[in-house]
């Protein structure tokens, strides 16, 4: 089983950047995919970016243009860099991986951009 630990998250002012980590640890065979979501309150869990093995990205209209997903394979890490923040991308930010048990969340780490 794989376990999964977010960190990066944080209080920033709008315009600003972070940017997210999300580490897997236990039964690593292989990556095949990753993906970042948000949950804000109220509101249903979305898509921000993900990953695949092949290097396919696809980002949420949202944050294109100001989100990067990435990985480091030697870290068995996926980055999220969050760049030009706004309030409405405040949200608790979990990933989502697959690196070859099956998909595994995170906790999730909070977010919140405000001045």
């Known amino acids: 089983q794989v376990q999964l630990v977010e960190s990066g998250g944080g209080l920033v002012q709008p315009g600003g950047s972070l940017r997210l980590s999300c580490t897997a640890s236990?039964?690593?065979?292989?990556?095949?995919?990753a993906g970042w979501y948000r949950q804000a309150p109220g509101k249903q869990r979305e898509l921000v970016a993900s990953l695949s093995y092949g290097g396919s990205t696809n980002y949420g209209d949202s944050v294109k243009g100001r989100f990067t997903i990435s990985r480091d394979n030697t870290l068995n890490t996926v980055y999220l860099q969050m760049n030009s923040l706004a309030p409405e991308d405040t949200a608790v930010y979990y990933c989502?991986?697959?690196?070859?048990?099956?998909?595994?969340w995170g906790q999730g780490t909070q977010v919140t951009v405000s001045s």
């Open positions: 989502n991986a697959n690196y070859g048990t099956g998909g595994s």
């Open positions: 236990g039964t690593v065979f292989r990556f095949f995919y």
